[in-house]
C-alpha cells in the first residue's frame, strides 16, 4: 500500500512538472506570427518556425525581442510580453514602427543580410491551395 502511495506521488509529480515545463517552452511551439490586429489581410500569417530560429539557428532573443530603456539599450527579458502587437500597432506611435514594417524590416533584414531564408510575399506568407 505504501508502495503504490509513493509511485502514486512520483507519477503526480512528474506530470506537474511536464505539464509546468511544457507551458514555460510553449513559445517554441509558435509556427506562424498570427496576430488579431490584422483583421483583414491580403495573404495568410506570415510562417515563423520559433524553434528553428530560437533553437537550431540559435538566434539571440535579443535580435527579435525588444524594450529600450532611456539610453537605448534593449532590457527585453524572457520573462517579460513577446507580442510584438503589445507595443507596435497598425499605425506608427512616436518612434515605434507600425506592426507590418517592424515585421518587414526585422524579418526580411535578418534573412537579407544573412543571405538565407525567404525574402518575397510568397514565401513568408505562402497562400493556401
Known sequence: MKKNKIALY????G???LFILGSVYAQDDINSLQHDIFSTRERPAAI???TLHADDLAIDCLDCHHIYDK???NVW???EESDCTACHGLEADGKKLPAMKAFHDNCKGCHAKENKGPLTCGECHPRKK
Open 77 to 79: 527579458e524572457d520573462t
Open 15 to 17: 506530470l506537474a512538472s
Open 10 to 13: 512520483v507519477a503526480i509529480v
Open 48 to 50: 515563423f518556425p520559433h
Open 71 to 73: 539610453d537605448g539599450e
